[in-house]
């Protein structure tokens, strides 16, 4: 028969090592999990490239309103850790399709030989054909070509989220707003995606065949295009594709085409793409730029993206008032459109009216409880407005002087040309980049010839609109990245850069047939007819040397021009040679 006093020692021994056990046991398991929580990878954010084609954002609205959808998407994320976004542009639109992409896959590999990529996007079609031909760049990473041109292309290598034209929206809206709509004239160009579109619209258009009569100008040079534009009237209208040559390859950029033919045109003009929508554009059923960059930003964050999501009514107030246009889709957004103070500025009013009601309560409080303070206090903030109203006003006056006496620096009153300090200062910029990248500028110096017997037989009012004329021509044959400049009484001075002697050439040869055209009249009514002649250089880019100055190569190349004007005014005038 067991001892009951050792049946008790031994209860009372085992609750104290029962209880030590499961306390080793607990403490195990925590530091098991602690171990596992050190040892495993922390969470890596995702790196993701995209590629620009069109440049930066200054040179192109259209990547500003990519810019802009991006920021609003990603704006409503709560980050634990960002995402790594690596952009890089192709400088298309400043130095043409071909040498943006030059070397750009060496560029790249060597630039992020060290990033590991989630994904590569491409915005618009000149970084999607990079990218689709060289498959060996980064790869294994997940390709998405957005906005890219081709809507049946199924890359090997990627997801395709072109945008999906609805034409016959587009056409549909058009009827809608203007009833009387019976004539569409199409402006788009003779590229690939021009004429993929404009197969598109033919197709969209075969619903309305009996009440709309549809013509496509996609084979014009600008004049014809300008003329056709200049014939139209009631129960017309335009619909407006990106156009980035004409029928002689004549290269401009679609916003610039844009406002040209908004300039001239005297009926509605529709476009396909919200970046078009300028001063005297309508808008209509377009592709809308922040969708397309809110797409980018769905990928950026590893979500599906929706191609089909990426267009929408958007109009031009100023535009549909001009044209009288009504019956605008309800889910229409408006652009520019007047608002009233109180839509523009209400939280701003609420926050100004609440902390006046603020103020007031406390001036309140301090007038009952310290009235003999209350003259000083006034004249404390009257004091403190007064100066804060004179640094503004002081402030302002000065920015209005420093712009104005810049302006008058750089700029000759006549003609509104660059003056001679406005042409050394970009001419010693733009060699000294040439002589860096090893690019060719050339120089064109301009005189109009007899124009003392000009100022002499007509007086010197004939002689400012001769110098007025010709700076007019100058602007006219001038493209965006060209200089002009008024060098000194009747001499210009045209710096192209970029730009080799032959084509410069050509360039002088149309500005000579261009003035010759002239007639100037005179106080007495005569017309006076006008010639130049012109002197052409360009430099020849070698690797810099440290012995030569750039001042150097600024003299040898005015130096040369001017020989070249001088044999022009010798050789018989009207002329163009060169040096």
């Given at each position: 028969m067991p001892?009951?006093?050792?049946?008790?020692?031994?209860?009372?021994?085992?609750?104290?090592?029962?209880?030590?056990l499961l306390w080793l046991c607990c403490n195990a398991a925590v530091?098991?999990?602690?171990?596992?929580?050190?040892?495993?990878?922390?969470?890596?954010?995702?790196?993701?490239?995209?590629?620009?084609?069109?440049?930066?954002?200054?040179?192109?609205?259209?990547?500003?309103?990519?810019?802009?959808?991006?920021?609003?998407?990603?704006?409503?994320?709560n980050w634990r850790l960002a995402p790594g976004i690596y952009e890089e542009r192709l400088d298309s639109v400043r130095v043409g399709e071909q040498p943006a992409i030059a070397g750009l896959e060496t560029y790249?590999?060597?630039?992020?030989?060290?990033?590991?990529?989630?994904?590569?996007?491409?915005?618009?079609?000149?970084?999607?054909?990079?990218?689709?031909?060289h498959p060996a760049l980064f790869p294994g990473v997940p390709r998405y070509y957005v906005n890219q041109g081709r809507q049946d292309w199924v890359p090997a290598d990627g997801i395709n989220l072109d945008v999906r034209h609805d034409f016959g929206k587009a056409i549909a809206v058009m009827l809608q707003v203007t009833p009387r709509l019976r004539h569409i004239a199409v402006v788009g160009d003779g590229s690939a995606r021009g004429q993929a579109w404009i197969a598109a619209i033919r197709a969209a258009i075969t619903p309305y065949q009996d009440r709309l009569k549809v013509e496509f100008w996609d084979h014009l040079s600008q004049e014809e295009l300008w003329r056709r534009t200049g014939t139209l009237g009631e129960g017309s209208a335009i619909y407006l594709l990106p156009v980035y040559r004409d029928e002689l390859g004549q290269r401009t950029t679609p916003p610039v085409m844009a406002r040209d033919l908004a300039a001239r045109s005297a009926v509605p003009i529709f476009t396909s793409v919200e970046s078009l929508i300028l001063p005297g554009v309508?808008?209509?059923?377009?592709?809308?730029?922040?969708?397309?960059?809110?797409?980018?930003?769905?990928?950026?964050?590893?979500?599906?993206?929706?191609?089909?999501?990426m267009q929408a009514y958007i109009f031009d107030d100023a535009a549909v008032q001009r044209f009288g246009l009504r019956n605008l889709p309800g889910e229409a957004r408006i652009l520019n459109?007047?608002?009233?103070?109180?839509?523009?500025?209400?939280?701003?009013?609420?926050?100004?009216?609440?902390?006046?009601?603020?103020?007031?309560?406390?001036?309140?409080?301090?007038?009952?409880?310290?009235?003999?303070?209350?003259?000083?206090?006034?004249?404390?903030?009257?004091?403190?407005?007064?100066?804060?109203?004179?640094?503004?006003?002081?402030?302002?006056?000065?920015?209005?002087?420093?712009?104005?006496?810049?302006?008058?620096?750089?700029?000759d009153p006549l003609t509104g040309l660059g003056n001679r300090r406005m042409m050394t200062l970009r001419l010693t910029e733009e060699l000294e980049r040439a002589q860096r990248f090893g690019h060719t500028l050339s120089l064109l110096m301009i005189d109009i010839d007899h124009f003392k017997r000009i100022n002499d037989g007509h007086g010197h009012d004939a002689g400012d609109r001769a110098i007025a004329a010709v700076a007019q021509v100058l602007r006219s044959v001038t493209r965006g990245m060209d200089t002009a400049a008024r060098f000194g009484g009747e001499e210009f001075v045209l710096l192209m850069p970029e730009t080799p002697l032959p084509v410069a050439l050509e360039a002088a040869e149309r500005l000579r047939l261009a003035a010759a055209s002239l007639r100037v009249e005179c106080d007495d009514g005569q017309l006076v007819s006008l010639t130049i002649s012109i002197g052409v250089t360009s430099n020849t880019p070698q690797p810099t040397a440290p012995a030569r100055r750039e001042a150097d190569h600024l003299t040898d190349l005015l130096i040369r021009a001017d020989q070249a004007l001088y044999r022009a005014k010798h050789g018989g005038r009207d002329r163009v040679e060169w040096s």
């Open positions: 001892c009951p006093y050792l049946t008790r020692l031994r209860a009372a021994i085992r609750l104290p090592c029962l209880s030590f530091h098991a999990q602690d171990l596992a929580e050190i040892s495993a990878p922390r969470f890596a954010p995702r790196q993701v490239l995209v590629l620009y084609s069109l440049g930066s954002d200054a040179s192109s609205q259209w990547q500003t309103l990519i810019h802009k959808g991006m920021s609003a998407e990603l704006a409503n994320e790249l590999q060597t630039k992020y030989r060290m990033v590991r990529f989630d994904a590569i996007i491409t915005e618009n079609y000149l970084a999607a054909q990079f990218l689709s031909q309508v808008g209509g059923y377009v592709i809308s730029g922040e969708k397309v960059g809110r797409t980018i930003a769905r990928i950026l964050l590893g979500r599906t993206p929706d191609p089909d999501g459109r007047p608002q009233g103070v109180w839509a523009q500025y209400h939280w701003q009013i609420i926050a100004g009216l609440s902390l006046i009601a603020l103020q007031a309560a406390l001036i309140t409080a301090l007038l009952l409880a310290q009235r003999s303070r209350r003259a000083s206090v006034a004249a404390l903030h009257a004091e403190r407005d007064m100066l804060e109203e004179r640094v503004l006003q002081r402030t302002l006056e000065l920015l209005v002087a420093n712009s104005r006496l810049e302006q008058q620096a750089t700029t």
